[in-house]
C-alpha cells in the first residue's frame, strides 16, 4: 500500500511541476480508509483553516473491484463527491486525470490521480471554513484481500496558499471614569481699615503755615510796639 500511495504522490507532483510547485500546502492531510464492505461509503466534513488558496485539487488513489469490463456493465466504479457534488466517476476503464494498474484482469485495480476544483468552485465550498469530503463505491464493488492484497480508498487535499487569514482583533472598550471635580469655597478675607501714618521723609524739612488767628496776634503786637515807640519821641 505503501508503495502505492508513493506512486501516486509522484503522479501527482508531476501534474504539478511548475514553477509553483514550491507553493503547494496541504489543506486536508491524507486519510486512508480501508475497504471491507460491499458498496461502502464514507463522509467526512473537515474545518478549514480560512486561508485563502488557488488551483485546488484532490489526489486520490482507490485500490479494489473496479473492473468495468466489456463482458459485465457492472456498476463497478469509484464515485467521489466534494460538498455534495460529484467530481470523479472512474473505473478501470480509465479516463482523464488518473492512471489505471491492474493487480488482476477484470477483478482489482488501482486508480490513481486527482480531481482539479476551479477557483470558484473551491470559494463556493471553503465559504463556510468547511470542506465535505465522500465517496461512495459502486453497488457491485467488493471487496478482497485475497487478490492483490487489501483493498483501500486514500486522498488528501492540497491547493496554492494565495493568503493567509487574519484573525480579527477583539478591541475592549475603553470605560472612561469622568472626574469629579470638587467645588473650592472661598472664604471672603474680612480686612480692618487701619489709620495710615505717614512717616516724615528724612532729610526734609516742612514749613509750617501759620493760621488766620496767629496772624492777627502778631499784627496787633507790632501795632502796640509802634504806638509806644512815638509816644517816647513825642
Request: proline share 6%.
Amino acid at each position: 500500500m505503501n508503495k502505492t500511495l508513493f506512486a501516486t504522490l509522484g503522479f501527482a507532483a508531476a501534474l504539478f511541476a511548475t514553477s509553483a510547485q514550491a507553493h503547494y500546502q496541504t489543506i486536508i492531510p491524507t486519510t486512508t480508509t480501508a475497504v471491507t464492505d460491499m458498496n461502502q461509503r464514507f463522509s467526512t466534513t473537515y474545518a478549514l483553516d480560512g486561508n485563502k488558496y488557488t488551483n485546488v485539487w484532490v489526489g486520490v488513489v482507490a485500490k479494489g473491484d473496479y473492473g468495468v469490463n466489456g463482458f459485465f456493465q457492472d456498476d463497478q466504479y469509484f464515485n467521489l463527491f466534494v460538498d455534495g457534488l460529484q467530481v470523479a466517476h472512474w473505473s478501470s476503464s480509465g479516463g482523464s486525470n488518473y492512471s489505471v494498474d491492474t493487480n488482476l484482469y477484470g477483478i482489482d485495480y488501482t486508480l490513481s490521480g486527482y480531481v482539479s476544483l476551479t477557483d470558484a468552485q473551491w470559494t463556493a465550498f471553503s465559504a463556510d471554513n468547511k470542506l465535505n469530503i465522500t465517496w461512495q463505491n459502486g453497488s457491485d464493488v467488493t471487496p478482497s484481500s485475497f487478490w492483490g492484497g487489501p483493498d483501500y480508498v486514500s486522498f488528501n487535499v492540497q491547493g496554492i496558499l494565495a493568503s493567509v487569514a487574519t484573525a480579527p482583533v477583539s478591541t475592549t472598550p475603553v470605560t472612561t471614569t469622568p472626574t469629579t471635580t470638587t467645588p473650592v469655597t472661598t472664604t471672603p478675607v474680612t480686612t480692618s481699615p487701619q489709620p495710615v501714618t505717614s512717616v516724615p521723609t528724612t532729610g526734609s524739612t516742612a514749613n509750617a503755615v501759620p493760621e488766620p488767628g496767629s496772624i492777627a496776634l502778631l499784627g496787633l503786637g507790632l501795632a502796640a510796639l509802634g504806638f509806644a515807640h512815638r509816644r517816647r519821641k513825642g
